[in-house]
């Protein structure tokens, strides 16, 4: 979502509302759901945070995986080829973000926008 081609003021706040839907059938992967959450937040920025110790970077699939707990909090990230869901992303509100992808899938995870709860469950 860039707010591209809008008309009226391109820097005017507005809302944005997803609708998730459950994937029926054969959905690629297999999820252990009773996951529990983990009891630390991991930070987008922090290469320490990332399984191998490095941010993802531009074309890169990122996968959130069940039980983690994430904050975006770069200004803007490169372009990814996909981000998957499966666990908690929160869109850090103090500073401006941009996610940038390809492809965003919310499977069985939750999206958060500053305090906002949106559970695609």
Known sequence: MSGKNQSGNPYAEQTVYQVGVRCVGACGEQLNESVPDENRTRYWSKAEDWPNNTIPGEDDDVHIMPGENWVFDLPQSPIYKLVRVNGKLTFDNTT?????????????GELHIGSEEYPML
């Open 96 to 108: 401006d973000t941009h996610l940038r992808c390809k492809h965003l899938f919310i499977r069985a």
